[in-house]
């Protein structure tokens, strides 16, 4: 059955008339074991094989291209978009990535190596080596002449660079721009009045992401130190990394570490080891509340009733704090705000924190009131005073944590760490130990002389 299965994923490779997408067939290639999928692409013919190949939703390429035989693993990668075949190369062991990387052509090795020099959160490690560019000088006709000459091996082409002799970028000009002007007319005059927007290959993906969007650009150029361009970014490899990212950081933000796989392909192990020590911080960090609640113990003692509140508490702090921190942390990934802008956003989030506090502590004491008198049940003699404790409790309470949540990815970022790391499990272990300190002070002073 298996081998039915694995001629019938090469057949459709074979034929793009069947009806059958290139996405459909790679997820049934990563249903297979990974010999038998490798076996299924050494009967795909080139071409249908490196369209697999350069799919970024195929998580398997560096392990299949290591299972094929060294000269077919060759060929394909030669094949490839070579942005996308740094990213394999650099999945692979490294004694595997440089038997493969030996037997390429010299210009393709050489630009892989140039694509593998940069981080892969950087713009040298997004941008591929396939540009189309033109002297300065051409017009519009040779610019069009020139692309249809080199189209077919290029990855995308969005956009043509103008270059002076030196090979120094000039400008930049759309496809759709050539396209709609006089063929005699010189291609520089459609960018007069435009400097290129361009950006070095250490550039972060999240800023070359803001550029393309708020330029509305395809295409970016990255360039060296001399302005000689290196590569370009597409939108759609913006679009990958920045889903990644995104990713990662959800991931971080609920207390666990990024995971290198697909969530139904980690292994256990892999699992339990991304977890695990996120939640022994947390947990460690919980016992400073039992330590809390153990300095207040006479208290507790002689107010019980007190205690029946403590979960309502922490949950209203928590929940506080874990809603500044989702919205900062997103206001600084998209730019809104930065580091500076810290007092400006405690500005907004004190008053704020308090009006919470209010609503949620005039809702405690209602609640309070209205079980004490329909007789629900009984808080004593002293119950106004209970639910003053309750309702004031929530309003320091609330008020800390919106100011630690949305403080903590501020501190984050300014230490160089990553602000996802302020996940809500962490800022909800903070106000809890804060929250029980808040409310037992506040206790003291409203209920001293009557339960305490």
Same mark, same amino acid.
């Given at each position: 059955?298996?081998?039915?299965?694995?001629?019938?994923?090469?057949?459709?490779?074979?034929?793009? *008339?069947?009806?059958? @997408?290139?996405?459909?067939?790679?997820?049934?290639?990563?249903? #297979?074991?990974?010999?038998?999928?490798?076996?299924?692409?050494?009967?795909?013919?080139?071409?249908?094989?490196?369209?697999?190949?350069?799919?970024?939703?195929?998580?398997?390429?560096?392990?299949?291209?290591?299972?094929?035989?060294?000269?077919?693993?060759?060929?394909?990668?030669?094949?490839?978009? $070579?942005?996308?075949?740094?990213?394999?190369?650099? $999945?692979?062991?490294?004694?595997?990535?440089?038997? &493969?990387?030996? +037997?390429?052509?010299?210009?393709?090795?050489?630009?892989?190596?140039? &694509?593998?020099?940069?981080?892969?959160?950087?713009?040298?490690?997004?941008?591929?080596?396939?540009?189309?560019?033109?002297?300065?000088?051409?017009?519009?006709?040779?610019?069009?002449?020139?692309? *249809?000459?080199?189209?077919? @091996? *290029?990855?995308?082409?969005?956009?043509?660079?103008?270059?002076?002799?030196?090979?120094?970028?000039?400008?930049?000009?759309?496809?759709?721009?050539?396209?709609?002007?006089?063929?005699?007319?010189?291609?520089?005059?459609?960018?007069?009045?435009?400097?290129?927007?361009?950006?070095?290959?250490?550039?972060?993906?999240?800023?070359?992401?803001?550029?393309?969007?708020?330029?509305?650009?395809?295409?970016?150029?990255?360039?060296? $130190?001399?302005?000689?361009?290196? +590569?370009?970014?597409?939108?759609?490899?913006?679009?990958?990394?920045?889903?990644?990212?995104?990713?990662?950081?959800?991931?971080?933000?609920?207390?666990?570490?990024?995971?290198?796989?697909?969530?139904?392909?980690? +292994?256990?192990?892999?699992?339990?080891?991304?977890?695990?020590?996120?939640?022994?911080?947390?947990?460690?960090?919980?016992? &400073?509340?039992?330590?809390?609640?153990?300095?207040?113990?006479?208290?507790?003692?002689?107010?019980?009733?007190?205690?029946?509140?403590?979960?309502?508490?922490?949950? !209203?702090?928590?929940?506080?704090? @874990?809603?500044?921190? !989702?919205?900062?942390?997103?206001?600084?990934?998209?730019?809104?705000?930065?580091?500076?802008?810290?007092?400006?956003?405690?500005?907004? $989030?004190?008053?704020?924190?308090?009006? #919470?506090?209010?609503?949620?502590?005039?809702?405690?004491?209602?609640?309070?009131? &209205?079980?004490?008198? #329909?007789?629900?049940?009984?808080?004593?003699?002293?119950?106004?005073?209970?639910?003053?404790?309750?309702?004031?409790?929530?309003?320091?309470?609330?008020?800390?944590?919106?100011?630690?949540?949305?403080?903590?990815?501020?501190?984050?970022?300014?230490?160089?760490?990553?602000?996802?790391?302020?996940?809500?499990?962490?800022?909800?272990?903070?106000?809890?130990?804060?929250?029980?300190?808040?409310?037992?002070?506040?206790?003291?002073?409203?209920?001293?002389?009557?339960?305490?």
């Amino acid at each position: 059955m298996v081998n039915d299965l694995i001629a019938g994923v090469a057949a459709g490779f074979r034929s793009s *008339r069947r009806g059958v @997408s290139i996405a459909d067939l790679v997820d049934t290639l990563q249903s #297979l074991p990974l010999e038998d999928a490798a076996d299924a692409l050494t009967q795909m013919p080139d071409g249908r094989a490196v369209a697999v190949l350069d799919s970024p939703e195929l998580r398997c390429a560096a392990d299949l291209l290591t299972r094929l035989a060294p000269t077919r693993a060759v060929a394909l990668i030669a094949q490839m978009a $070579e942005d996308r075949a740094a990213d394999v190369l650099a $999945e692979m062991d490294e004694e595997d990535a440089a038997a &493969l990387r030996a +037997g390429l052509p010299a210009t393709v090795r050489a630009s892989i190596d140039t &694509l593998l020099r940069w981080p892969p959160d950087s713009a040298g490690g997004m941008m591929t080596t396939e540009y189309v560019a033109s002297p300065a000088d051409a017009t519009v006709a040779d610019v069009l002449a020139h692309i *249809r000459t080199v189209e077919r @091996s *290029r990855e995308t082409v969005y956009s043509v660079f103008l270059l002076e002799p030196q090979g120094r970028l000039v400008a930049t000009v759309s496809l759709r721009q050539l396209i709609a002007a006089e063929p005699a007319s010189l291609a520089i005059d459609l960018a007069r009045g435009h400097d290129p927007i361009t950006v070095a290959p250490t550039t972060d993906r999240e800023e070359v992401a803001h550029l393309i969007r708020r330029h509305d650009l395809l295409a970016l150029p990255v360039i060296d $130190e001399q302005g000689r361009p290196i +590569g370009i970014v597409t939108v759609d490899d913006v679009l990958d990394a920045l889903v990644e990212a995104h990713t990662e950081d959800t991931q971080r933000f609920g207390g666990v570490e990024a995971l290198d796989n697909p969530y139904l392909e980690t +292994g256990f192990l892999a699992m339990i080891r991304k977890r695990a020590g996120w939640l022994s911080i947390l947990f460690f960090s919980e016992m &400073l509340t039992a330590s809390a609640m153990q300095h207040f113990e006479s208290e507790l003692e002689r107010a019980v009733v007190l205690t029946l509140f403590i979960p309502l508490i922490m949950s !209203s702090g928590g929940n506080s704090g @874990s809603q500044a921190t !989702s919205l900062i942390i997103r206001a600084l990934a998209l730019g809104q705000v930065r580091v500076r802008d810290w007092w400006r956003v405690a500005l907004r $989030e004190l008053p704020a924190g308090l009006t #919470l506090g209010a609503i949620l502590g005039l809702l405690g004491m209602a609640r309070i009131a &209205l079980w004490q008198t #329909l007789g629900f049940y009984d808080y004593g003699p002293h119950w106004g005073l209970v639910a003053m404790t309750v309702g004031t409790g929530l309003v320091g309470i609330v008020t800390f944590g919106s100011l630690a949540g949305s403080m903590l990815p501020f501190v984050l970022q300014k230490l160089g760490f990553d602000p996802a790391s302020a996940s809500a499990p962490f800022v909800a272990t903070l106000v809890d130990v804060t929250g029980l300190v808040i409310y037992f002070t506040i206790a003291l002073a409203i209920l001293s002389g009557t339960l305490l």
